[in-house]
């Protein structure tokens, strides 16, 4: 694996606590030289770890023992901080508001390098390589729907279940406050995201839900609650869940 050296971000600091999750991007970006420029520039106040290109160069722009500033307002399975805990990596993608579309191959296999390295260096768990989405689901939608992530579960570099569970929840509408409802967002809880567990069905738990679904169904991600929706969050909670 080789990593270029040549670009240098100065947004970062020193971290707070250890290094144990990952998280994916998208750039967002209408091109590479924009992205680069966006990242380490000091009047941004963003920054990553890595950004991968098209050709599946991978730029270190931060230093991994450094606090890049790529999270934001986020939250994964109890941490506030994700950018003390993480190593943020962008791919260069122009992202829903450019044209969207999906990363290439060479990106996929020196993604899949880097995060090797990473979590054998770190000793991340699976359950940590996450999505920028994941983190910060009332706001953003990258790495988006995409994103390979079963892929990455094929090469143990991420989670996907392998056996599809019975889903054990009731049916739920948008607007509905209920026990069902409460159980649903308990579920989602557990599995990492941050989610009020108020039993209501509103425009937050819509967005839960609608991150969940561009990850693990991103066939369908309206933010609709159903039956195979309701099976994959048991069967990822069951995963997660030992």
């Keep these: ?28 970006m209408k091109s590479e030289q924009e992205s680069l420029e966006q990242l380490c520039n000091t009047s941004s106040k963003v920054s990553s770890h890595f950004l991968i290109n098209y050709s599946g160069d991978i730029f270190s722009l931060v230093e991994e023992e450094k606090r ?10 109890g941490e506030n901080d994700i950018n003390s805990s993480s190593i ?38 699976l359950y940590n390589i996450v999505g920028h989405s994941d983190i910060a689901p009332l706001r953003k939608k990258d790495p988006g729907e995409f994103f390979e992530w079963k892929r990455l579960a094929k090469k143990n570099l991420s989670i996907w279940p392998k056996k599809i569970l019975l889903n054990p929840f009731n049916n739920i509408s ?26 209501y069905y509103g425009a937050e738990t819509k967005l839960v839900l609608q991150a969940f679904q561009r990850r693990f169904r991103s066939n369908k991600f309206d933010g609709c ?3 195979i929706t309701g099976m994959m969050i048991h069967s990822v909670n069951s995963l997660i869940n030992i």
Excluded at 90 to 110: C, I, R
């Design 225 to 227: 609650f159903d039956n």
């Design 174 to 199: 948008i607007g509905e406050k209920s026990r069902s409802v409460l159980k649903v967002q308990k579920s989602l809880s557990e599995i990492g995201y941050k989610i009020n567990q108020d039993a």
């Design 88 to 125: 943020g990596i962008e791919l260069d993608n122009p992202g829903h508001e450019y044209g969207y579309k999906p990363f290439t191959e060479s990106q996929m296999v020196s993604l899949e390098k880097l995060i090797s390295y990473l979590i054998k260096k770190y000793n991340i768990p």
């Design 1 to 28: 694996m080789k990593i270029i050296y040549e670009k240098y971000s100065p947004n970062f600091n020193d971290r707070k606590s250890k290094i144990d999750i990952i998280v994916i991007h998208y750039t967002g």
């Design 68 to 77: 890049a500033w790529h999270a934001g307002v986020s939250f994964w399975n």
